[in-house]
């Protein structure tokens, strides 16, 4: 089974992300997709066309979507314009629980009204539910801000704040998923958390630096980029694509 990870859209009137996601979405049509997760940041400014455009892009796919929004969304014209079956409840947060075959896709919706950066402390209670509910005992958790530090210092400052009680919360659970997957950041990085292989996606719009906080910041030269997640088996492979 093909999981595909999409983030950071980041679409706006005077840039070209939505050619961007046109691109990858045709060369998704070539393989056999069973569900797109989007890890957030889908618009900029509240464009609320943006929403509009990518749900007309997104039409018609044979496969589900599954949607969690960004720091830069707006989770209600999100809800009001995209219409996702898969979203828990009719309010806010925007978490998601959908079983596929053999393995359980949990979004965690990260999002701060009053920041830039992530949280899911009074989200706790709700993924431990989710992970341990009946139905298949193989899980991936996606969320949108990232979880370990990626060591660009500007975005470690807008991470997810309260990493370390999804840490404590994830040590000791009897069904810990089998990977942890957010976006925010940009660039494709890999790492681990709390014993779990865990992921940062790239971005469609262009990818910022890899810049440690040197005095000098180098140049970008990565293009756009998402994630294929296959699920084989009982065994699941983690793929970062160019594009």
């Known amino acids: 089974m093909i999981i595909v990870q999409i983030s950071d859209i980041h679409a706006a009137p005077n840039n070209d992300n939505l050619s961007r996601l046109e691109s990858i979405l045709t060369w998704l049509d070539c393989i056999d997709v069973k569900v797109l997760v989007i890890t957030g940041d889908l618009i900029d400014d509240d464009w609320t066309e ?98 370990f530090p990626s060591g660009i210092p500007t975005l470690d400052q807008i991470m997810c704040r309260d990493a370390a009680k999804l840490e404590a919360c994830l040590r000791t659970h009897p069904r810990k998923p089998v990977a942890l997957s957010s976006g925010h950041v940009h660039r494709p990085v890999a790492g681990i958390f709390s014993g779990i292989p865990a992921y940062i996606c790239g971005s469609v719009c262009p990818a910022n630096p890899v810049w440690f906080g040197s005095e000098k910041v180098p140049p970008v030269t990565d293009s756009s980029s998402f994630m294929l997640h296959c699920f084989t088996d009982g065994t699941l492979v983690s793929h970062f694509i160019n594009f």
Do not use: C
Not at 127 to 139: D, F, I, N, Q, V
């Open 50 to 147: 943006g929403y509009e455009q990518i749900s007309a892009l997104l039409k018609n796919k044979n496969y589900a979507i599954l949607i969690l929004p960004g720091n830069s969304d707006h989770p209600a014209l999100m809800r009001a314009v995209i219409k996702s079956p898969y979203w828990h409840d009719d309010v806010e947060p925007l978490h998601f629980a959908a079983d596929f075959d053999a393995v359980r896709l949990i979004g965690l919706d990260t999002t701060l009204s009053d920041s830039a950066a992530g949280g899911l402390t009074e989200h706790l209670p709700w993924l431990e539910k989710s992970l341990s509910a009946e139905g298949p005992a193989t899980s991936i958790v996606f969320m949108h801000h990232h979880i």
